[in-house]
Structures are given as structure tokens and as C-alpha cells.
């Protein structure tokens, strides 16, 4: 269980253990991240909002080490399969269901029907504070003012449930921790009033009232409003109960409302405002969800939001229909901005319905002259069932004349789309080149870590080291006698086991690393059995190895020193067939079951091959026949055994996700 308090300070517990994170932005991603639980971000978005005077390139490096220092801080050694960051090359997600609790969730949470006294009690009590206190990235800003709302709104509506009830002493405690709070909330005196007026502490109202004024005049420099104003003449002198004081049927509506913020969008549109800063964002933004933008006035505030690198998705649900909000983000997009912030209008439209969304997508794919944003572009266009058109006319731009951006593009399209069902012809040689170069770069991390753990694997092959010599004092102890004439025994366990040692660490790396290279190459290779060839490849190593045994160990082989390159070659590369079977694939999950499988397929087929080799080369030996058979145990084994997950996968893991990818 993981659980984050934001406000009044930023602080991390694991399981009731706290957790230090250092880096500043790396509590920023893990704040927003948790916050915004179970919602992916594209890694380009998350990397301009936490490091925007920093290159793509260079934001895109911080982003990447900052997720492995939240994974190296928060995942403990049984989380092995990443269960609360979902990564992929695309986006970055916080798991909803991974066992999480963030403070500011609590007061974010709706209000629906009829709210107990208690619950409200609760909800308020988790803010100690501004929301992440020493923050100041633009989205803290918004985020910040979107609490404070929330706080408001659940405090005044607590202390009205309280009034009602006549609950003196708790309107009086929850009145000045309202107060404590800072910005003077009006509501708060006058409940406070009220019930000092009920516990007939008239003094005591009188002094509220004088502190409202002063407050006000010292913080924002304004008297108080004609509801203050009758509620103290009411208590004082006994005028008139004025309106809008809580009863049972009546609850205020929030100081700053939704028509109190058209009117000022309305003065910004005459003053022809083209774009507002987050001071003014973030006013508006204190509104609550109950604003509606006008059809006028969405393109202000989604361009505003843009260019500001804030999230805008609160801007985009706010307006009264998708097309609406599209033709916003397109009026944005056409004044052509700077890149990032076409990528981030991209990023927006992604998340829109409708044909309107489809039609600029499809405009941006096949005309923007950036090529990430173009790629960006087309990969979603695609997705959205446009495949085949996005694909077509990026190939026929390539055929005329190939763009940086349309080559960009439709790679992109291949790599997380795949190859349209109908593929004319296309610039093969430097499409494929592309491709290959792009998908090492997007995986070679995870390849390295599949070939890493194969060799890892491979190392108990220390283990087969050490039971040949046992294998031959046992069953042959005339060769065991022959050998220990020029070796002591000791030395000769020694060296068994440093060359099979040795011999497990090297076959498992290159059949590690070839195996998953094929997967990475998938999009170029297409086809799966490309995994066995290239785990072939990996196999000779096995027979240039062996073959130099089987000569040594019999200096005028009887069958024959071409039988024996031969058979030994033909099960090297059965052999590395067979590692294909037994390394799972670079992206999908691993599950126990599924890997102990894959081990015992991959261990029977290996026995099964062996014996006709064995025969072939040393006919009558059964000696040689019996270590083969236990090698032939050992490899897959070895190799295998190190992808054997530690605990099953969380079933809400995505299988498309490469967990290792981001260790720096």
C-alpha cells in the first residue's frame, strides 16, 4: 500500500515505511501520476510539463531516469512486474487498483445526493495545507486552486449541515480551522457568528465580526458583503434574518461561480485576450465543474491552456460538445505554434470522439512538417480505423519523395499499428533500415536485460560442472582414475565446473540477446519464426564448442571427423531452436506456470534430439550418451530458469508493456 499526502507537504509511505525521494521534479511526476491514477500520459507530455526549458531529447532522458528512481524507491523485490507504473515507449500510467491513497483524492471526491455530517468531517480533515507547498509548476498552480475549491465547497457546505443541527461548539471548531486556513473565507465568520450568537456569547460574535473586516481590508482590501453586513445586523440588532443563510433546504453556492467566471471571459474577449497567463487559468479554473464554456469562449481558454503546458483536459470537458472542443483545437493548431505545443493538440484530439477529431488527425498526419508531431498524428489516426488511408498516402509521399516527416510517420504507424493488410509497393531498403534502427532504440534496454538474465541463468550450468566428475567416479571409474593420473581430484572439479560455468554464462547471453532481438525486430521481420532462426544462430556456439570436445576427447573419432562437425553443428542449431521456445518473449508477461511449461517443453525436446547424436558420434559409449543426456537437461533449464517471475503478474498489467525498459 502506498500512500502520498500532498497537502501541507509532500511526504511517501510504502506499507508504513517511509520512502525518500530526492529529486524535486521526480516528486512532481510521482505526485501527478498518482493523483491522476489509472489515466496514461505520453511520455513527450509528462516530459514538457516537468522540464519545459529542457531539449525533447534531454526531457525525454530526465522523464526516463526520474521513472526508474520512483520504480527503484516504491517497488520492492516481490513487485518485479512493475504493478504500480505501467511504461511503455508511448505513455506512462500509475495502476488505480495497485494499492494507492492520496489525501487530495479524498477532498477531490464528488459530493452525490445526501452527504452525512461525518463524512463531510472527513473528507475536509485530510488538508493540511496548499497542495504540494514549494511546487510552482504550472499544472501545482491549477491543481493548487482545483483543491481549494474543493476545500470551499465541502467546508461551507459542512458547516451548513452543522448549522442546521444547531451544533454550536463543532460549527465554532470547524469555523476557525477554516479560517486558519488562510484567504478569509467569508462563510466561515458568518457560521462562526451565528453560533456564538446560538451559544449566546454575544461579545464573542461581535469580535468575529470586527476580525471578518479587518481580514478582509488587510488581505484583499475589500469590506465586507451585504450578506455579512445583514447577517451581523440580524445577530446584533435584531433585523431581519436576511436571505441566503443555510436552512435545511438551502446551501450556498460557491463564492467564486460559474457565471461570476463567464462574465470575466466576456471582458477578456472584448480586451481581445489571445492568450491567457495560469494566474488567469487558474482563476476560471476555481469555478468548479458546474462551468459550462460558451462555444466562444473554449478556444481561449484551450489555446491558453496549451501554451501554458497545462493539462488540458479540464478545459476540454467543460465545453458543451466534442465538436465544439475540436474546432478549439484546431483554431489553435492552425495559427501554427511551436512544435511541442502541436503535439500536445495532437495528444488532445486523441481523446476527443467523432468524425470532426478524425478529419484533423488525418490533416495533421499528412501535412505537418514536424516529425514527431506527424507521427504522433498518424499513428492515432490510425487507430481510430484509418489504417490503410494513413498508410497509403505516406507510402505514395515516400515513392515521390521521402520526407524526414512522412518517413518518421509511417514507421511509426508500422511499429505500433503494424503493416496494412494491403501494402503497395514502397522504398523497402530505407523504410526497413529505419525501422530496425528505431525499434532497437525503443527496446534495446529490455534486450540487453532478456540477454543479462539468460546469462545469469546460464550460470548454473556450475552445477552440471560439478556432477560430471561425480557422474564418472560412479558409473566409470576407469576414466575417472584416467583422469585424476595427471589431476587431482579437487582441480578437477575446479576445472569442470569453470568451463560448463563458463561455457552456461556465454550460450545463455547470445541466445538471450538474439532471441529477443528478433522480438524487438518483429515489425521488420514480421514473422514469429524468425525467433528460432536467430536462437539458431545463437546454437553454433554450442556446436563449435562441442565439436572441439568431441575431437579432443577422441583424437581418430570411428565415424569419422565430418560426422562429427556435422551432427554437432545440426544439434547446435536444434538447440538454439529449442532456447527459443524457452526464453518467453520480450513483451508479454510472464506468468510461473506459463514458464515452468515453456522449461519442460523446451527440456523433452532437447533429450529427445540428443539421443541420435550421441549415437552418431560415439556409438557404444555410454558414458558419452549419458553426459549429453544430462546436458541436455541442464541447458534449458539453466537459461529458463532465470525468467521465472518472482510473484504473478497483477492481472491489470498491459502485455504489451517492456517493465525494464527504463533502467538508465
Known sequence: ???????????????????????????????????????????????????????????????????WQLRKALETREDVNGV?????????????????????????????????????????????????????????ILDRERLRVALDNKMQRLLDQLLVAERWHDVVEWGVRWIALGHSP??????????????????????TYARCRQALEEEVGVEPSELTEATYLWLAEGAPRPAGLP???????????????????????????????????????????DLVLRDE???????????????????????????????????????????????????ALAGLPGPEADEILLEIALSDDDPGVRETAAVEAAKRGHHELVARRLVDELNQQASKSSLAAFVAVVMDVGWPADMVPYPRLLVNATLAERCWRRHRRAVMRHATLAATGGSLMVLYGAAVPA???????????????????GAYYVLMMVIFGLYGVIQGWLAGFFIAAADALRPVLRHRRWRALL?????????????????????????????????????????????????????????????????????????????????????????GLATRLMLALAIPLAVGVRFIPGREASPSTPTSVIHHEEEP
Do not use: C
Open 471 to 489: 557422474l564418472f567416479a560412479l558409473f566409470f571409474p576407469e576414466r575417472y582414475a584416467g583422469t585424476l593420473s595427471y589431476m587431482t581430484a
Open 84 to 140: 504500480y507504473f505501467h511504461a511503455d515507449a508511448l505513455t506512462i500510467a500509475f495502476d488505480r487498483a495497485a494499492g494507492l491513497g492520496v489525501d487530495a483524492q479524498r477532498l477531490l471526491r464528488p459530493l452525490r445526493g445526501e452527504v452525512s455530517t461525518d463524512e463531510l468531517m472527513a473528507d475536509v480533515s485530510v488538508y493540511g495545507g496548499e497542495f504540494l507547498p514549494g511546487f510552482y509548476e504550472d499544472w501545482v
Open 535 to 623: 536462437g539458431s544462430v545463437a546454437g553454433l556456439y554450442f556446436a563449435l564448442n562441442f565439436t572441439a570436445i568431441s575431437l579432443l576427447n577422441y583424437n581418430d573419432p570411428a565415424v569419422g571427423t565430418l560426422i562429427v562437425l556435422l551432427a554437432n553443428l545440426l544439434y547446435g542449431i536444434v538447440l538454439g531452436a529449442i532456447l527459443s521456445l524457452v526464453i518467453p518473449e520480450l513483451q508479454t508477461r510472464r506468468l510461473r506456470a506459463a514458464q515452468l511449461k515453456r522449461m519442460a517443453l523446451g527440456t523433452i525436446l532437447a533429450v529427445v534430439a540428443v539421443v541420435p547424436l550421441a549415437f552418431a558420434i560415439l556409438p557404444g559409449d555410454m558414458s
Open 247 to 289: 436552512e435545511p433546504e438551502n446551501v450556498p453556492a460557491p463564492s467564486f461561480t460559474a457565471a461570476a467566471a463567464q462574465s470575466l471571459l466576456s471582458q477578456w474577449r472584448l480586451q481581445d485576450r489571445e492568450i491567457l497567463d495560469v494566474a488567469s487559468l487558474a482563476l476560471i479554473h476555481r469555478a468548479g465543474d
Open 186 to 207: 467569508e462563510p466561515g465568520y458568518r457560521a462562526i457568528m451565528i453560533a456564538q450568537h446560538g451559544l449566546g456569547d454575544r461579545a464573542g460574535m461581535a469580535e
Open 297 to 347: 469562449d473554449a478556444p481561449l481558454l484551450i489555446r491558453s491552456a496549451i501554451h501554458a503546458d497545462v493539462d488540458v483536459d479540464p478545459w476540454l470537458e467543460r465545453v458543451s460538445a466534442p465538436a465544439v472542443a475540436v474546432a478549439a483545437l484546431a483554431d489553435s493548431y492552425r495559427p501554427g505554434p511551436l512544435a511541442r505545443f502541436r503535439r500536445r493538440i495532437v495528444d
Open 1 to 67: 500500500m502506498i500512500d502520498i499526502r500532498t497537502l501541507g507537504q509532500f511526504s511517501v509511505r510504502l506499507d508504513g515505511d517511509p520512502v525518500v525521494i530526492k529529486q524535486r521534479r521526480t516528486q512532481s511526476l510521482l505526485a501527478f501520476l498518482a493523483l491522476n491514477a489509472g489515466k496514461a500520459y505520453r511520455r513527450e507530455k509528462l516530459a514538457g510539463m516537468l522540464w519545459p526549458d529542457a531539449t525533447e531529447a534531454n526531457a525525454r532522458n530526465y522523464l526516463r531516469h526520474a521513472l
